[in-house]
């Protein structure tokens, strides 16, 4: 079983506010993953990293930046919320070929 | 662009039936293959992986794979109402990535 923590699980926020959904993981994976999907919807690859200071954008353009520091840490910052970008925000783990393994996701609401 | 289609549903069967999803993708350099299953409100969840043609078995569950047709499926037997959910395909790109490409999800709504 992953071990794939996100926190927090919900966030309500204002328009301006800087935010960061935090995401760790525990297994010594290399490969991280942010996605974000609205409800009902597709999942879409925002953020990729595969390994210490390495990140690339995903498909899907977003406004939001991650870092990469230490292996098991994939913070995802906005730096001003907006409602747009009210949405759940998923993160991923993977080593190799290996399938990604899932968080339990963020819930983002941006009054 | 590397595509990953489903049919989106809802696929509607009764409780005790035989359950086919179907996907086919685009890019025949994947090499791994994966279903996910996704509740509503919740984080996708695997339940198979397949890296070579044929079937594989587990529990209920079967996913057959066909990459000359670009093609793979999963067969959910004896369906319960606890598998009503959205199940998502997902290919490998082609490269040495990893990343996913996912289909947009074919929703399950088993009836009692």
């Known amino acids: 079983e992953a071990d794939i923590y996100q926190t927090p699980r919900y966030l309500v926020i204002g328009t301006g506010k800087k935010i960061t959904l935090e995401c760790s993981q525990t297994?010594?994976?290399?490969?991280m993953y942010w996605y974000q999907q609205d409800p009902g919807m597709e999942l879409h690859l925002i953020h990729y990293s595969y390994g210490v200071n390495s990140t690339e954008k995903g498909d899907l353009s977003s406004e939001s930046t991650v870092s990469r520091i230490r292996t098991e840490h994939f913070p995802l910052t906005l730096e001003s919320a907006r409602p747009s970008h009210t949405s759940q925000y998923l993160c991923?783990?993977?080593?190799?070929?290996?399938?990604?393994?899932f968080g339990d996701g963020t819930r983002l609401s941006i009054l | 662009q590397k595509e990953v289609e489903q049919n989106s549903g809802p696929l509607s069967v009764p409780e005790g039936a035989i359950a086919s999803l179907n996907c086919t993708y685009s890019?025949?350099?994947?090499?791994?293959f994966f279903w996910y299953r996704q509740y509503s409100g919740k984080s996708p969840e695997l339940i198979m992986s397949i890296y070579s043609n044929g079937d594989k078995e587990d529990g209920r569950f079967t996913a057959q794979l066909n990459k000359a047709s670009q093609y793979v499926s999963l067969l959910i037997r004896d369906s319960q109402p606890s598998d009503s959910a959205t199940y998502l395909c997902?290919?490998?790109?082609?490269?040495?990535?990893?990343?996913?490409?996912f289909g947009t999800g074919t929703l399950l709504a088993v009836q009692p």
């Open positions: 991923a783990s993977s080593e190799a070929a290996q399938p990604q393994h």
């Open positions: 997902a290919v490998t790109d082609g490269g040495a990535t990893n990343k996913l490409i």
């Open positions: 297994m010594g994976h290399d490969k």
């Open positions: 890019d025949r350099g994947s090499q791994s």
